[in-house]
């Protein structure tokens, strides 16, 4: 069975602030994909980033990167200069390289960002 | 080109009655996927559908929750007789192939029993 944990429940930072949201996971396969969604006050899910298990490369988008570690179970997503904006529940999924995908999810952490 | 559409976004129910959600795939698309999140959590799969068929339903409830994915039409999650614990974000996904290509979720109905 899969499984991923988002160990910070809730984050508040000052806007400008670097931010750091972690993601680890457990799985015995060894293809996976990996995930990052926002959801917003509006509570709309709107898709950031998805990584397979192949490609370790850590991505950068704008103030996003995202840094996947297979040694460590890890898919860190870090926010540079906080906004405002940013302010929102964020999660981690994972989903196996399968028919019928079904994602996990963690439970979340919700960033504020402060002014 | 519309995404995955959901409706309603919102649905209000008194307890014990029925609540009826619709999930509309991408063009295209064949494969449905039913999610709920309840207050405060994360998402959880509930049931995974092809036209007519549903594939894996191990995340529904056993008892009052059911779906379907008719050949023309979109996909409906039903609910009978809700409970205050019905109370949730349900958000549906669609998919080309069953696999990741496309895999887009929509919007959600949040359903709130009063």
């Known amino acids: 069975a899969q499984k991923v944990t988002q160990a910070q429940t809730e984050i508040s930072v000052v806007e400008k602030e670097d931010v750091t949201l972690d993601c680890v996971y457990e799985?015995?396969?060894?293809?996976?994909?990996l995930f990052w969604y926002k959801q917003p006050p509006s509570g709309e899910l709107v898709f950031l980033i998805r990584?397979?298990?192949?490609?370790?490369q850590n991505e950068i988008s704008g103030r996003y990167s995202w840094n996947f570690q297979k040694s460590t179970s890890s898919f860190n997503f870090t926010i540079t200069a906080s906004q405002v904006v940013d302010s929102a529940v964020y999660f981690c999924?994972?989903?196996?390289?399968?028919?019928?995908?079904?994602?996990?999810f963690g439970g979340g952490t919700r960033l504020m960002v402060k002014p | 080109n519309a995404g995955v559409m959901q409706n309603p976004r919102h649905l209000v129910r008194r307890r014990g009655q029925e609540a009826r959600l619709r999930c509309s795939p991408m063009?295209?698309?064949?494969?449905v996927y039913w999610y709920r999140q309840l207050p405060e959590e994360g998402l959880k799969f509930m049931v995974y559908?092809?036209?007519?068929?549903?594939?894996?339903e191990s995340g529904m409830p056993k008892e009052r929750f059911s779906a379907e994915f008719p050949k023309e039409g979109p996909s409906i999650l039903r609910i009978q007789q809700v409970v205050r614990g019905d109370s949730a974000a349900y958000f549906c996904?669609?998919?080309?192939?069953?696999?990741?290509?496309?895999?887009?979720f929509g919007s959600g109905t949040r359903l709130t029993v009063v």
């Open positions: 063009k295209g698309h064949s494969h």
């Open positions: 999924a994972l989903t196996l390289n399968n028919a019928g995908n079904m994602l996990t």
């Open positions: 990584r397979n298990s192949f490609d370790e």
């Open positions: 799985t015995r396969d060894t293809t996976y994909y």
């Open positions: 996904a669609s998919s080309l192939t069953g696999g990741i290509s496309g895999y887009t």
């Open positions: 559908l092809q036209k007519e068929n549903i594939i894996d």
